[in-house]
């Protein structure tokens, strides 16, 4: 018998609770959703199944990583393909995959600009990556960032993002942040122009007067899917570009087709980014991230030498290509317009039954939940959102607890997600508001 056969798992939820709790550091340990563990087995498009083998609706899709769906065969085919034929490659050598996937994501982009790839291993890096090349090319410092914003857990990445329990100490400086416009509770209220004014006026008072850029998630995701009102994006790059800085997309949630409307999140204000930030959705769930950038952009980096180990990996990259045809064919934007529509009307009819709701807001399957004690203050319920979440899970749901507050309930599934499933997401929300609320 082959060595690798005799390895065993160990499914128990005791078993592996014991295992975490022993050999993992508290730093892995933190993130967890539930009162009580839970191990996924395995999983299938839209669906997850337990170790005893109950079936959730994917609410969540594995944090935004999973696109076109658990296991999806077209996907899994491409990257085992690969893999059997070659697992990893070095950047230091040539391969066609990664040269593939990098022309097909530019043709997925505004035509007329010349954009150019740099694959890493994640999101994070990604945006360590696009923060060096916009303060390369500028020859400027200073960045901004909006608050509520999340980009990542590395030290760089946390430099920007405006949620005070994912920042650490020893972050590095040059951040400035500026009021997110959000529409529900932003500090200006509705509205755009107020919100832009604000960035004339830190990078006056908070900066230099010469900027890098600006870091904008399209639709903030961990912030509690706050969408980017009409005007925002383009009149925030037109500020930074006057002064001397670049206009930077995270697309690391909103892109791939999630929004419905548009394959990217920006091109919902017809804005051009100068660099846009990949990762989650582009692997379906294996390991990839990008930073895509006009060419001229990217062009000073090569002075110095800059290596992602996994980068540009061609397992990943196979995955890649596949999720791309996947969208194409299977018409998964299309299907996160319709669906999402509809799981919206749901969400905004149970706010009309549930007075804990204070708002509901998205996009596509980009959606989510507001929890108020009242919705006169709007002082958001971290409790309620809480038991909730908790009630979700007797009812088959998977989803994530989110925003500044804790207060928000996160839906970004599978973009196979389909109508019947919406009918059943809503009725389990229902059931779980209502027993969230009798308890």
């Given at each position: ?12 939820v ?31 498009m ?7 083998g ?17 296991a999806?065969?077209k ?18 050598f040539?391969?066609?995959t990664?040269?593939?996937?990098a ?15 740099h ?7 990604a945006i ?36 005070a ?22 500090i200006?209220g ?39 009102p ?22 690391v ?66 995955a ?39 708002d ?13 004690k009242d ?16 009630k ?33 997401v ?14």
């Amino acid at each position: 018998m082959d060595k690798l056969d005799a390895l065993e798992t160990d499914w128990s939820v005791k078993a592996t609770a014991k295992r975490r709790n022993q050999f993992y550091a508290a730093s892995q340990s933190k993130f967890v959703p539930f009162e009580e563990p839970m191990v996924f087995k395995r999983g299938s498009m839209q669906y997850l199944w337990d170790a005893d083998g109950n079936r959730f609706i994917d609410l969540l899709g594995m944090n935004v990583c999973v696109s076109v769906g658990h296991a999806h065969p077209k996907v899994v085919s491409a990257a085992m393909a690969q893999a059997q034929e070659l697992t990893h490659c070095t950047t230091m050598f040539y391969h066609p995959t990664p040269a593939h996937l990098a022309e097909e994501l530019a043709a997925t982009l505004p035509a007329g600009t010349e954009w150019v790839t740099h694959f890493t291993n994640s999101g994070a890096e990604a945006i360590d990556l696009a923060m060096a090349m916009a303060r390369t090319y500028t020859g400027n410092l200073d960045l901004l960032a909006l608050r509520t914003g999340y980009h990542g857990p590395t030290a760089a990445a946390q430099s920007i993002t405006g949620i005070a329990g994912w920042r650490h100490p020893g972050m590095p400086g040059n951040v400035a942040f500026v009021a997110e416009p959000n529409q529900y509770r932003g500090i200006f209220g509705e509205g755009t122009q107020p919100y832009l004014d604000e960035i004339d006026r830190t990078i006056a008072t908070s900066t230099t007067g010469n900027i890098a850029g600006i870091v904008v998630e399209s639709v903030q995701g961990y912030g509690g899917i706050i969408e980017m009102p009409p005007g925002y994006m383009s009149g925030a790059a037109e500020r930074v570009r006057a002064a001397g800085g670049l206009y930077i997309a995270d697309e690391v949630q909103s892109g791939f087709g999630r929004t419905g409307d548009h394959m990217w999140g920006f091109e919902a204000d017809g804005v051009v980014p100068d660099i846009i930030v990949m990762a989650k959705g582009i692997g379906n769930g294996f390991p990839l991230g990008a930073v895509v950038a006009r060419k001229h952009i990217a062009a000073p980096m090569a002075e110095r030498f800059l290596f992602h180990t996994y980068g540009a990996n061609p397992t990943s990259c196979a995955a890649g290509r596949a999720v791309l045809q996947v969208i194409k064919e299977e018409k998964t934007q299309e299907n996160a317009r319709v669906t999402g529509a509809a799981l919206l009307a749901k969400l905004k009819d149970l706010q009309t039954r549930h007075a804990a709701i204070g708002d509901v807001r998205g996009r596509g399957l980009m959606l989510a939940i507001e929890f108020v004690k009242d919705r006169d203050s709007k002082a958001p319920d971290r409790e309620t959102t809480s038991a909730v979440f908790e009630k979700c899970r007797e009812q088959g749901l998977i989803l994530s607890k989110s925003g500044p507050y804790q207060s928000c309930l996160r839906m970004v599934p599978p973009m196979c997600l389909s109508l019947e499933d919406v009918e059943k997401v809503a009725e389990g929300l229902d059931a779980a508001l209502s027993a969230a609320r009798s308890s």
